[in-house]
């Protein structure tokens, strides 16, 4: 499988402020999603990032809250706008090839807390 | 809605036991099956994949699928305190690549 890096790790913020966070592949893939994982609970998927178009936002999660970019196919990036508190999650993102397999890798997670 | 439906737990199971994890879905169209093993702090791992009906296994680790009934489980055995962990599944959505998560069952195995 596909080795994932994301940058930061963890990170804590300021209200109102934003973060960007880089999703790294050390090889080319089809598909790269973002995930949110809140406190306590399950994955729930933000987007999937399109390479060289705009991404596809789940239901509940706008691109003005969520930029993403995906300017080739190992790289990735989400970004979390004006935040508060309720923002406080882990962010992942994930790999996989489109077709019948639809087996996804995810990469470390990104830890933030918003104060 | 599509939906994956998971036991939470707490599952706790004697260390060298069964240890049993259930999972419902309700999309007759999905194809695909997989579980994840996520430790605290950690991302989550893929343990075990399953396309079609039946068994599949992976040393201690099984896998069962029945599509009619729309039900797949994992079993674990001869559980180690090291197996302790929340076990996600979670389906493809009818080849799109996209996956859908049930809430995890944590399980804890003691010794």
């Known amino acids: 499988s596909a080795v994932i890096s994301q940058k930061p790790s963890r990170d804590i913020c300021q209200r109102g402020t934003s973060l960007t966070i880089q999703c790294q592949v050390d090889?080319?893939?089809?598909?790269m999603f973002w995930y949110r994982q809140q406190p306590g609970q399950s994955l729930t998927l933000i987007a999937t990032?399109?390479?060289?178009?705009?991404?596809?936002?789940e239901s509940g999660f706008v691109i003005d809250k969520f930029p993403i970019s995906r300017p080739n196919l190992t790289f990735s990036t989400l970004t979390v706008s004006n935040m508060s508190p309720e923002d406080s999650s882990i962010y992942l993102c994930s790999v996989g090839e489109a077709g019948v397999t639809d087996t996804q890798y995810f990469g470390p997670g990104t830890r933030l807390t918003v104060l | 809605q599509k939906e994956v439906e998971q036991n939470s737990g707490p599952l706790s199971v004697p260390e060298g036991a069964i240890a049993s994890l259930n999972c419902t879905y309700s999309d007759r169209g999905s194809q695909s099956f997989f579980w994840y093993r996520q430790y605290s702090g950690k991302s989550p791992e893929l343990i075990m994949s399953i396309y079609s009906n039946g068994d599949k296994e992976d040393g201690r680790f099984t896998a069962q699928l029945n599509k009619a009934s729309q039900y797949v489980s994992l079993l674990i055995r001869d559980s180690q305190p090291s197996d302790s962990a929340t076990y996600l599944c979670?389906?493809?959505?009818?080849?799109?690549?996209?996956?859908?998560f049930g809430q995890g069952t944590t399980l804890q195995v003691k010794p």
């Open positions: 090889s080319q893939v089809t598909m």
């Open positions: 979670a389906v493809g959505s009818s080849n799109t690549g996209k996956l859908i």
């Open positions: 990032a399109n390479q060289g178009s705009e991404a596809t936002y």
